[in-house]
Antibody, heavy 117, light 107 residues
Framework: QVHLQESGPGLVKPSETLSLTCTVSGGSLSSYYWSWIRQPAGKGLEWIGRIYYSGTTKYNPSLKSRVTMSVDTSKSQFSLKLTSVTAADTAVYYC???????????WGQGTLVTVSS | DIQMTQSPSSLSASVGDRVTITCRASQGIGDDLGWYQHKPGKAPKRLIYAASRLQSGVPSRFSGSGSGTEFTLTISSLQAEDFATYYCLQHNSDPPTFGQGTKVEVK
């Protein structure tokens, strides 16, 4: 069974860059799309974007100007960078694997990132 | 973006109750919809894919129906472990979008 685990700083200062990594175990990155999703406290879930194991990306237009995703198949990891963060970026961030037709299947348990000085 | 309107936002129910949750899409999405169960601090779990297909290992008391714009998740007989928040997710067109969630609480 594939397992995903998010990691990264839990506190980021305003205007700085949020960086998170998702480590995948129990399966290969190959042939799948990998997504990032977030949920601010008390609000709904928002899809941030996806990356294919080959490196092809697609981002949510609402965040596209600030998002970069990358993949490292040798480490079974993929990563998220979100620049120029504000308090509005405070959220629980999830990584996930997509399956057939880009349907999100497996999720990590999420990591809370707080933007505060 | 496709808007997913999920209702109700919360409900109170007892063990053994039949529970129904609805998602309505702002435009037709075929059967490109999944239902997820989320408990605090845990990874969300997919229950239903392709609108009506039961994920392997998920109890048969969960079922999904619908296509196009109207979708339903039904729990035929609520169990203690089913108290959680449930979300629908459309993946017909990017960006994928979620319903606002339904919190199922103990009555």
């Amino acid at each position: 069974q594939v397992h995903l685990q998010e990691s990264g700083p839990g506190l980021v200062k305003p205007s700085e860059t949020l960086s998170l990594t998702c480590t995948v175990s129990g399966g290969s990155l190959s042939s799948y799309y990998w997504s990032w999703i977030r949920q601010p406290a008390g609000k709904g879930l928002e899809w941030i974007g996806r990356i294919y194991y080959s490196g092809t990306t697609k981002y949510n237009p609402s965040l596209k100007s600030r998002v970069t995703m990358s993949v490292d198949t040798s480490k079974s990891q993929f990563s998220l960078k979100l620049t120029s963060v504000t308090a509005a970026d405070t959220a629980v961030y999830y990584c996930a694997r997509e399956g057939t037709s880009q349907a999100i299947h497996h999720w990590g348990q999420g990591t809370l990132v707080t933007v505060s000085s | 973006d496709i808007q997913m309107t999920q209702s109700p936002s919360s409900l109170s129910a007892s063990v053994g109750d039949r529970v129904t949750i609805t998602c309505r899409a702002s435009q037709g999405i075929g059967d490109d919809l999944g239902w997820y169960q989320h408990k605090p601090g845990k990874a969300p779990k997919r229950l239903i894919y392709a609108a009506s297909r039961l994920q392997s290992g998920v109890p048969s008391r969960f079922s999904g129906s619908g296509s196009g714009t109207e979708f339903t998740l039904t729990i035929s007989s609520l169990q203690a472990e089913d108290f959680a928040t449930y979300y629908c997710l459309q993946h017909n067109s990017d960006p994928p979008t979620f319903g606002q969630g339904t919190k199922v609480e103990v009555k």
